[in-house]
């Protein structure tokens, strides 16, 4: 009997930086396997799915009842915009469930310890084989001076509440890579399902 096994990983792409694109040689490419949906995941889809209020810790720490929306699930962010879509930290602290931020985010910036954070794309779904997917990708350059290293990787999406936006992590892996001072790097979650 054939079954549905929906998965998550991440790639993540390290290059040179040799231009605004982030273009340039390719240093490094892996996979990380991701376990750590939070909560979070499952009440925004028990919002949406049961057309119900729910009461969800935004990133802040703030319990928020979020409402039906269109908005909802919305993981899209421009350019250093570091409040929603793939965001990257510092902090090492163990996931748990109840986890509803990054222990310690990167902000944008060019400044001692800060990243520039690309424009948050979501690839259009896909099949390939047995296999349905989409991407949702972010590219962060480091022109701060110094090298720095990135221990954990995030999905935030926003939700609406009473008419204002909110922001929602939904999943977090840890993961230490360092980025060199000039150097980019592309976070790719990749959410799929396969028949096997």
Avoid at 64 to 74: A, D, H, T
Avoid at 93 to 98: G, L, M, P, S, Y
């Amino acid at each position: 009997m054939k079954r549905m096994e929906p998965r998550l990983e991440i790639w993540l792409e390290v290059k040179n930086w040799s231009g605004p694109n982030g273009t340039g040689r390719l240093l490094s490419r892996r996979r990380v396997k991701c376990h750590s949906y939070v909560g979070n995941f499952i009440d925004l889809l028990y919002v949406q799915f049961a057309q119900s209020n729910q009461s969800i810790t935004d990133t802040s720490g703030v319990s928020r009842s979020v409402g039906i929306s269109q908005y909802n699930l919305w993981a899209y962010a421009a350019a250093a915009d570091d409040t929603k879509g793939v965001l990257v930290g510092t902090g090492t602290a163990a996931n748990d469930v109840a986890k509803y931020a990054l222990a310690t985010k990167i902000a944008h910036g060019t400044g001692a310890g800060q990243l520039q954070y690309g424009a948050c794309g979501i690839g259009v779904p896909a099949t390939v084989g047995q296999k349905r997917q989409m991407t949702i990708a972010r590219t962060f350059t480091n022109v701060s001076g110094a090298s720095i290293t990135v221990n954990e990787v995030g999905l935030v999406i926003q939700g609406l509440v009473s008419g204002s936006t909110y922001y929602f992590l939904v999943e977090r892996t840890l993961s230490t890579n360092a980025i060199a001072n000039t150097a980019s790097a592309t976070w790719t979650y990749t959410i799929s399902i396969t028949t096997s």
